[in-house]
């Protein structure tokens, strides 16, 4: 019987992957159920679990795919919609009517022409992965989830075929999940490894020279390009563990005495810029403290004030607190010719970070300190900072937020309409 055309289409793509695809980007054979690919940035991650979900959705009619990333915004710009997302890599011929009308954007849903689905989900939202039933799954940047217990979810769900698998793609981080999945290496868990420079037939030779010499034998280097999953750094004050013991859900948040925005302002708006540190803390009726937000930036001084007012009135904050050292009166400034209406206090550094941040540190010890699900880059720039003279925005921003909370007693206003 002679092929029909999305078939044969189907067919030409998995060969023309198998031909230009290095020999790691494959899926491999043996008997697993999570294949973890840890790997440098640009090693060609989203284009092999692309790859993989959209080969299996061809092969196999009628069967449901799911693709979870970190936020909505990461699901549609790099997983679907991206250069090397599933969008850009299905033949037209093989989608359900012949064309893109198959995608549904605002669900996140493909249908192929063989009645296959590729569903996609948030890791923000694992709640969504209730109830559902799949044959394969993607995990894109499993290391930079916020909730965790998405995997978990997607794992109850991932119950229909023969053989329902996993693909997990990303940059590793120490958290707790990668270091039990490696843990299961050789059992059910098949681990590739890679590094950015294995992809430099297809990245910018400039881009690699710049890596080389900003980052090579840097720990930053050693985790974003070479992927290694790297420990506590000597002589920092924070460790992993001290995130991991107490982390909550926003569902397990009790009523809060006091919430402030914290901001430590970059001096300059520029592409060598430093980011401009915003987090959300909490004090709770408990007396426990917790962090509800990192929306640091690296922006505009307006673009960063009007992000952190927002917060304000998201978190029905009782103020916002900034550091002034480098900026003086320009910060309130700025602030009173937005909103005149939102209580402020300007803070000053007389003593150096180590020490400002030391009773911060000692709340964490004590497990008093909360993070409402995975913060990531403020967690790995807390686990990296032993002293020196780079600024670490966020963990300044952090530190003045408690430090507030320890000792301040607020008034709160709120926006007239």
């Not at 031909?19 to 491999?28: D, G, H, I, V």
């Not at 990461?74 to 599933?86: A, Q």
């Not at 039933?133 to 075929?161: K, V």
Request: some cysteine; overall charge neutral.
């Amino acid at each position: 019987m002679k092929s029909s055309e999305p078939e044969e289409k189907a067919n030409l793509s998995y060969i023309d992957y198998y031909k230009t695809s290095r020999a790691k980007q494959r899926t491999p054979d043996g008997d697993w159920n999570v294949w973890l690919i840890l790997a440098g940035r640009g090693w060609g991650k989203t284009r092999t679990g692309a790859y993989d979900i959209i080969n299996y959705a061809m092969r196999y009619p009628k069967t449901i795919s799911a693709v979870i990333a970190p936020t909505t915004g990461d699901l549609r710009r790099v997983c679907f919609e991206g250069v090397s997302g599933i969008n850009q890599l299905i033949p037209d011929a093989c989608m359900k009517q012949g064309g893109i009308k198959s995608y549904n954007r605002s669900l996140s849903e493909i249908t192929l022409w063989n009645d296959s689905k590729i569903v996609g989900f948030s890791a923000e939202q694992p709640d969504r992965l209730r109830g559902s039933q799949y044959h394969r799954a993607w995990c894109d940047e499993l290391a930079s989830w916020r909730y965790p217990d998405a995997f978990d979810q997607l794992m109850f769900g991932l119950r229909l075929g023969d053989k329902p698998r996993v693909v997990v793609t990303t940059t590793p981080r120490p958290t707790k999940l990668v270091k039990d999945l490696i843990k299961r290496n050789a059992k059910d868990v098949f681990i590739t490894r890679g590094s950015t420079f294995e992809n430099e037939d297809n990245l910018a030779e400039s881009a690699l020279n710049q890596y080389r010499e900003m980052y090579e034998g840097t720990r930053l280097g050693r985790q974003e390009l070479y992927a290694e999953v790297l420990e506590d750094v000597e002589g920092a004050l924070w460790n992993h563990r001290m995130f991991e013991s107490q982390r909550i859900k926003k569902e397990e948040l009790p009523e809060f005495k006091r919430i402030v925005i914290a901001v430590d302002p970059a001096v300059t708006h520029g592409e060598s810029s430093d980011e401009t540190g915003i987090i959300v803390v909490g004090k709770g009726i408990d007396e426990r403290f917790y962090v509800l937000e990192d929306a640091s930036m690296k922006a505009s001084p307006d673009k960063w004030m009007r992000t952190a007012i927002d917060l304000f009135y998201t978190y029905k904050a009782d103020r916002i607190v900034a550091e002034v050292n480098n900026g003086g009166d320009l910060v309130e400034k700025l602030l009173r010719t937005i909103d005149r209406n939102i209580a402020y206090k300007k803070v000053q550094a007389s003593r150096g970070k180590l020490v400002r941040a030391e009773p911060v540190v000692a709340l964490y010890e004590q497990q008093k300190v909360s993070h409402v699900g995975s913060l990531s880059s403020l967690e790995d720039q807390l686990c990296t900072y032993a002293g020196g003279n780079n600024s670490p925005d966020r963990l300044d921003a952090l530190v003045w937020g408690i430090s507030e909370l320890m000792t301040g007693s607020g008034n709160v206003f709120w926006r007239v309409n």
